[in-house]
């Protein structure tokens, strides 16, 4: 597999992404579960807008073209919080949207998602690759394995295969709901 990592700004029109942002405040709702990084994760599905959503990130990602959607969440994070930790993916293509505006972010040098240049190995089982924490973090350190800092901006979209390990560059935002960090992920196959 060849590394590829494509970058897109202003990525969906205002209205979109603002409607993105509006469904995903008002829906912190309490019994959801949150994560060990400090998030929830909402399933793409409940977004009304979800099936034109999909058909445009079809439309303006090129390597999607012939893939299939297979699954998806928007993901929002406490004010302070490290995030995903590094995992990777099934599919073939992760295509990862930032919804909050950027002068909601505290700290200008988190919020930001790393890639690194080491694929989730052949041999490895889902939970192994995306949940094995400690054992990836082996692995990566094992492979010498060098981060790519995608820096966080609102409306920028993030294309990359699936099969990279990738994390959260921790999280800093401004107090209060409506500077919540969020994002949408986008897999592939």
């Known amino acids: 597999m060849k590394l590829t990592i494509q970058i897109v700004d ?7 992404i603002e ?17 060990g990084g400090g998030y929830i994760s909402i399933r793409l599905e409940e977004l009304p807008l979800f099936h034109s959503l999909t ?6 990602v090129p390597v999607i073209q012939d893939l299939d ?9 406490d004010q302070e919080c490290p995030g995903v930790t590094p995992h990777a993916d099934p599919g073939k293509y992760n295509v990862n949207i930032w919804c909050t505006p950027d002068e909601s ?6 919020n930001g998602l790393l890639i690194y ?11 192994e690759y995306n949940r094995n924490v400690d054992r990836i973090r082996g692995y990566l350190e094992e492979q010498e394995a060098n981060p790519y800092l995608v820096s966080y901006k609102y409306n920028r979209a993030t294309i ?21 960090r969020i994002n949408m992920t986008f897999m592939y196959r």
Do not use: M, Q
């Open 69 to 77: 959607y297979f699954e998806g969440w928007i993901f929002v994070y």
């Open 19 to 35: 409607s993105i942002r509006d469904f995903s405040v008002n829906n912190l709702i309490s019994d959801r579960p949150k994560y």
């Open 117 to 127: 240049d080491v694929f989730r190995p052949e041999d490895w089982h889902w939970r």
């Open 160 to 180: 990359f295969s699936s099969g990279l390990f990738h994390e959260t560059d921790n999280v800093s935002t401004k107090p209060g709901d409506s500077n919540k």
């Open 105 to 110: 972010i505290e700290d200008t040098t988190k």
């Open 10 to 16: 202003n990525f969906l029109a205002k209205e979109d």
């Open 55 to 60: 058909e445009t990130v079809k439309e303006k």
